[in-house]
């Protein structure tokens, strides 16, 4: 079977967020599994970009509505992801350093989709499954079915996963336009709520539908950011998949970015030369139990409850834990955040930035991970914690409720909470600091999270039947 991927991240040419992880991750494991795939994305300019060989593979016009832009298709030459890479370079559009967060993103993202089309349709072999990720690429399998122009493509199978459906992409009616002439009997494929929305559009169009854990997929039909009703209607072709992760990049065994590779055989030792350097690094005591959060510092992952959260629990625990935070996003947040870095100098830290190597080192170094989210889809982050050895403090919502089961529970290793409040967050905690004085508990908590089953290998074949059930 050949598949094609087609999204607006990919590890390690472009990350924001668990979106890249998966499509760097999902299409090496169907290539183990003995089919083809491949992944197409925009070509920013990314560090990746600059220190890979790459070759031309096409070269195209488009048109987006009264604007023609010209682009080049590029492959990675030398295969080294496991699977073939390709980036589409669109000048004024695509050659930018960030993924997103410009005005024109609309603009960016619709002509991305139409430049991978036009490149499709003229290719010399049709994909068996095309896969498409998020809203960015969510007017895909519209466009293949109702543009006159990409009539070719129509009998393809698409399959769309959704990473998170809080972001829609929507646009008003008029740049309706931008996309090749379509058949306008469809106009209401395009539509929700008066607008045009690529989410909306590509559930409605798409084969198959997935979300990124089965707990996502129930909690959606009840908070999904307006689109409910259109869980509840097309909830026949829809399903969850849990992500994995790829142990290529996340084994304490192998990972280069820590400083002490450690397995389970040796935890204790691993853990603790890791913990001493971001205890060193940060100027905090050892001895304290280390909470961290790694993540964007918005409304969905409560970010904004963490400031009062870690005042509150230094108020009612004095010296009893550090804490260190990685991230950004909300400027009110990032601010609040920092702000109280003075009242616990020695205890607490944050870093407002994206640092993957930090990042690596602190799923290594901690003794807890905090992640109080509102809404999560899957969350790569607990599972990445639970194969460092680091305790996930989790609320009960979508792929955490899926992957973390409470350590007074049978076979449990983490510590869940019901809301994601104040009270439930130090509620957490202090569970957190009275589980760190039972070193032995720890220490069996830790095993046991180590050896959960959280490959890529079970999920890609999922996948792989859930293709097999559209073909
Ligand atoms: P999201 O909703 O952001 O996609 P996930 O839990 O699915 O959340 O994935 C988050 C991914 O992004 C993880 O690989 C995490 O380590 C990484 N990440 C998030 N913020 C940062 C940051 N500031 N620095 C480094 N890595 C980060």
């Known amino acids: ?43 920013y300019r990314t560090k990746f970009l600059y220190e890979n060989e790459w070759t031309v593979e096409h070269k195209g016009n488009l048109r987006m509505g009264e604007a023609y832009y010209d ?28 993924i997103y967060g410009y005005d024109d993103d609309t603009e960016r993202f619709t002509a991305f989709q139409i430049a991978v089309l036009e490149w499709m349709s003229q290719w010399q072999h049709r994909p068996d499954i095309v896969h498409v990720h998020d809203h960015h690429t969510g007017l895909i399998p519209f466009m293949m079915q109702n543009c006159f122009v990409y009539r070719y493509l129509a009998s393809i199978k698409t399959v769309l996963t959704i ?7 929507w646009m008003s009616w008029e740049k309706a336009t931008y996309l090749p002439a379509w058949d306008t009997w469809k106009w209401g494929l395009l539509e929700w709520d008066n607008m045009v929305n690529p989410l909306a559009c590509g559930i409605k169009c ?6 990124v854990s089965p707990g996502y997929m129930r909690e959606i039909k009840y908070n999904a950011n307006g689109l409910e009703f259109l869980f509840e209607l097309e909830a026949g072709k829809c399903t969850g998949i849990i992500n994995g ?12 970015y820590i400083l002490s590779n450690f397995s389970t055989k040796k935890i204790k030792e691993g853990k603790h030369l890791n913990k001493k350097k971001l205890c060193d690094d940060f100027g905090f005591d050892i001895q304290l139990p280390l ?8 409304g969905e992952k409560a970010a904004d409850l963490l400031p009062e959260s870690i005042s509150r629990a230094f108020d009612q625990m004095p010296g009893a834990f550090s804490f260190l935070i990685l991230g950004s996003g909300e400027k009110y947040v990032e601010a609040a955040l920092q702000n ?15 640092n993957e190597k930090l990042s690596h080192q602190m799923y290594a170094g901690a003794d807890f991970l905090l992640m109080p989210s509102r809404v999560e889809p899957c969350g790569l982050n607990q599972l990445y914690a639970m194969r460092y050895g680091t305790v996930p403090v989790v609320r009960r919502t979508g792929g955490l409720r899926d992957t973390v089961i409470d350590f007074e529970d049978e076979g449990g290793y983490g510590i869940c909470f019901n809301n994601a409040s104040v009270a439930d967050i130090i509620h957490g905690m202090t569970r957190a600091v009275k589980l760190y004085k039972d070193p032995t508990t720890m220490q069996q908590l830790r095993w046991r999270m180590m050896q959960v089953e959280t490959s890529w290998e079970r999920s890609a074949l999922q996948y792989i039947d859930l293709y097999l059930s559209i073909l």
């Open 1 to 43: 079977m050949e598949i094609i991927h087609i999204s607006a991240e990919c590890y390690p040419m472009a990350k924001a967020g668990g979106l890249a992880d998966v499509v760097g991750a999902l299409p090496k494991y169907q290539q183990d599994l003995g089919h083809v795939a491949k992944v197409v994305m925009p070509m």
């Open 71 to 98: 682009f080049t298709i590029i492959r990675e030459a030398s295969n080294k992801l496991g699977f073939d890479l390709y980036c589409v370079d669109i000048n004024g559009l695509l050659d930018r350093e960030k």
């Open 163 to 169: 990473h998170n459906a809080q972001y829609q992409g």
């Open 206 to 211: 798409a084969h198959k539908v997935t979300t």
């Open 245 to 256: 992760i790829d142990y290529a990049v996340w084994d304490p065994a192998i990972d280069t």
């Open 291 to 298: 909470f961290v959060f790694i993540g964007r510092l918005v």
């Open 340 to 354: 109280i870095q003075e009242q616990h100098v020695g205890y607490y830290n944050t870093q407002i930035a994206y």
